[in-house]
């Protein structure tokens, strides 16, 4: 069983920065690949960024590509989200969530591939 803990989320004016953190314990990290997802108000939940194993590849949403970066940190089991020139409408329950992989470089953009997932950090960011 995975546990992931996000943390680093907050409130920030648009235009600001912020960087993510999603810690893993029990399992081997480097066996998942892992992605970022978040969930405005009323709204479903949706994809933002993913990560293979190896974090060789990666994956956006089109609206986040050129402001936000993943990255990964296998020796500390960590997955980060930088998030930049932020926006109103970034304002989500963010969470990260984890996908046990065979594949080096497999990702996903879908919910359904992925077997475990945090509980999600809030970002609020002002206009």
């Known amino acids: 069983q995975v546990q992931l803990v996000e943390s680093g989320g907050g409130l920030v004016q648009g235009g600001g920065s912020l960087r993510l953190s999603c810690a893993a314990s029990g399992g081997t990290f480097s066996l998942y690949a892992m992605g970022w997802f978040r969930q405005a108000p009323g709204k479903e939940r949706e994809f933002v960024a993913a990560i293979s194993r190896s974090g060789a590849i990666t994956h956006y949403r089109d609206s986040v590509k050129g402001r936000f970066t993943i990255s990964r940190e296998n020796v500390k089991n960590t997955v980060y989200l930088q998030m930049s020139s932020l926006k109103s409408e970034d304002t989500a329950v963010y969470y990260c969530?984890?996908?046990?992989?065979?594949?080096?470089?497999?990702?996903?953009?879908?919910?359904?591939?992925?077997?475990?997932w945090g509980q999600g950090t809030q970002v609020t960011v002002s206009s």
């Open positions: 969530a984890a996908q046990w992989s065979m594949s080096v470089e497999a990702i996903s953009v879908a919910e359904d591939p992925y077997d475990y």
